[in-house]
């Protein structure tokens, strides 16, 4: 009985449920009773295990040392690698999102694709693509980390789109809170606006016009001067 609740205890741990001062016993019956307090009745010691609170902000060891490795072989930030692990299952291997996204970075099935991940659920392929893919965007957004984190949400051609972070709630929260947990602070300016085009044309009348909107019927030629 004490090993099967210690491999049950054990499975609710590593599926990512945080407890706090939960209390493992097992009543006069014979029966496994979990609950966050103690029964005085037996003098709160008898058959009692408690599991400790754990801490939200801790990195599970391996998962620790397995991104340690690999930043340092991909020249990569640690702390971002770390903070987006955590916003994005923290650290559970098997977490799944609404949209198919899979494991501790997860991946969608493209981007697993892309990086050679045959199993999405295995936490060391998962964890390698997803470092390879923050320093691709990391590189492609001259270490930008706002912009790295938008497109590894939203995709880097809404990023491209906007010039910017996407004007998505879902993105600006995320992008704030993963800087958050790596001690910054998001830019305050998180609605960016598309860039505006500037054209330059000449009228039936010889006139040059600078404008931000060209007229349904143009006379002449124009150019984009911005």
């Known amino acids: 009985m004490k090993r099967s609740l210690i491999v049950f205890c054990g499975a609710w741990l590593a599926g990512g449920i945080l407890f706090a001062g939960l209390v493992v016993r ?9 609950t966050n307090t103690l029964d005085r009745s037996s003098g709160g010691r008898d058959g009692v295990s408690v599991l400790s609170p754990a801490r939200s902000h801790a990195v599970p060891s391996h998962y620790k040392e397995k991104i340690q490795t690999l930043t340092q072989k991909h020249d990569m930030r640690e702390d971002l690698v770390i903070a987006v692990a955590r916003a994005e299952s923290s650290f559970n ?21 892309q990086y050679g991940v045959i199993n999405r659920y295995n936490a060391h392929e998962n964890i390698e693509a997803g470092v390879r893919h923050l320093k691709y965007l990391y590189e492609k957004f001259r270490g930008n980390i706002p912009l790295t984190l938008a497109a590894y ?10 010039n910017g972070v996407p004007p998505y709630r879902e993105t600006q929260n995320y992008v704030r809170r993963v800087m958050s947990m790596m001690g910054m602070s998001a830019p305050s ?12 044309y000449i009228d039936p009348a010889g006139r040059t016009i600078i404008t931000d909107t ?8 124009f150019e984009v001067i911005n």
Request: charged content about 25%.
């Open 26 to 34: 097992q009543d006069k019956n014979g029966h496994i009773v979990l």
């Open 214 to 221: 060209l007229p349904a019927e143009i006379g002449g030629s």
């Open 153 to 162: 949400n939203a995709g880097e051609e809404a990023v491209s789109r906007y």
């Open 93 to 113: 291997p098997f977490a799944v999102s609404p949209k198919g996204a899979v494991g501790i970075m997860q991946l969608m099935r493209d981007t697993a694709r």
């Open 189 to 200: 300016s998180s609605s960016p606006r598309a860039k505006t085009k500037i054209y330059k």
